[in-house]
Antibody, heavy 118, light 110 residues
Framework: EVQVVESGGGLVKPGGSLRLSCSAS????????FNWVRQAPGEGLEWVSS????????YYADSVKGRFTISRDNAKDSLYLQMDSLRAEDTAVYYC???????????WGQGTPVTVSS | QSVLTQPPSASGTPGQRVTMSCSGS????????VFWYHQLPGTAPKLLIY???QRPSGVPDRFSGSKSGTSASLAISGLRSEDEADYYC???????????FGGGTKLTVL
């Protein structure tokens, strides 16, 4: 069974840092693109970042470029999101989503909440 | 403000057919596949439609997608109470070099 599970969310002060993790199982992790998508309270979905199967291709939304870094460890079947210089507007539930080449974001985690507040 | 434009709300009665739109531009919908996701209250999003009009296994044929030019649509026939959810369209944007989502349409089953 395909599973993706996020962790690492929490409360952080403005300007602080946080590292999110996403652990995957039930499939060949190294064969897929992965994405982070966030959802601010009461708002819609916002794509944050993507990483290719080998980790050499990365894309970022303009809103996080230069502050967030996506990475992966295929040996550990894990995805990461290093978030620096956090702002109040980064407060959201962060979802990890597997991207199938043809089917799009076909498996999502349950999300991990991040709150940026003093 | 989202790159893809969706109406904020839609509604219908059980058994009815409802459609919701997703409007973009030549750099996104006009040149790339459209995907649809739905999100039940308090849960993670789920894939509903891929490659404009394809349904993943397990998604009922009551759900159908279409694309024409720079716009896409999702139709739900035989509306049920459990279809009450938020619906999002998504695609790739060639200029932004990233995925983009619509703002979402909240479907209410009256």
């Amino acid at each position: 069974e395909v599973q993706v599970v996020e962790s690492g969310g929490g409360l952080v002060k403005p300007g602080g840092s946080l590292r999110l993790s996403c652990s995957a199982s039930g499939f060949t992790f190294s064969s897929y693109f992965f994405n982070w998508v966030r959802q601010a309270p009461g708002e819609g979905l916002e794509w944050v970042s993507s990483i290719g199967p080998t980790g050499t291709i990365m894309y970022y939304a303009d809103s996080v470029k230069g502050r967030f870094t996506i990475s992966r460890d295929n040996a550990k079947d894990s995805l990461y999101l290093q978030m620096d210089s956090l702002r109040a507007e980064d407060t959201a539930v962060y979802y990890c989503a597997r991207e199938d080449q043809y089917q799009g974001f076909d498996h999502w985690g349950q999300g991990t909440p991040v709150t940026v507040s003093s | 403000q989202s790159v893809l434009t969706q109406p904020p709300s839609a509604s219908g009665t059980p058994g009815q057919r409802v459609t919701m739109s997703c409007s973009g531009s030549s750099s996104n919908i006009g040149n790339n596949y459209v995907f649809w996701y739905h999100q039940l209250p308090g849960t993670a999003p789920k894939l509903l439609i891929y490659k404009n009009d394809q349904r993943p296994s397990g998604v009922p044929d009551r759900f159908s997608g279409s694309k024409s030019g720079t716009s896409a649509s999702l139709a739900i026939s035989g509306l049920r109470s459990e279809d009450e959810a938020d619906y999002y369209c998504a695609t790739w944007d060639d200029i932004l070099r990233g995925r983009v989502f619509g703002g979402g349409t909240k479907l209410t089953v009256l």
